[in-house]
């Protein structure tokens, strides 16, 4: 059985990368989260990483080059063009390049 995760939420992103998977904003029912948290499958454990800069739900999430991108979705007061990654190797958010349009609940992927 998978170990349960510290928030439980619904409409969030998830990417794999370094061999852990991370999911990341989303809803808890009450209000859009900003929390991360990554699951190792060898250990069965989830771990929470640093919260990103605001919360966010219907996002887009993809993996470039061992970073976790994470597009667009809404805060909970207005619909979001706002790029953030996030960086497992120093736990921290780095902004990026927005979109000009805002996006929610929609895919995103990276080939």
């Known amino acids: 059985m998978v ?11 998830v990417g794999v990368m370094l061999g852990f998977i991370f999911v990341v904003g989303g809803h808890n029912g009450v209000s859009h989260l900003s929390s991360i948290e990554r699951y190792d499958p060898h250990q069965n454990q989830w771990t929470v990483c640093r919260p990103m800069k ?18 667009g979705g809404h805060s909970g007061s207005s619909y979001l063009n706002t790029v953030q990654k996030y960086d497992p190797i120093s736990d921290t958010w780095l902004d990026s390049a ?11 992927t990276a080939l």
């Open 3 to 13: 170990a349960s995760m510290a928030d439980k939420r619904i409409h969030f992103g």
């Open 54 to 71: 605001e919360p966010r739900t219907g996002v887009g999430a993809a993996v470039i080059d061992n970073y976790l991108y994470v597009v």
């Open 98 to 108: 927005g979109m000009i349009y805002c996006r929610c609940n929609f895919g995103l």
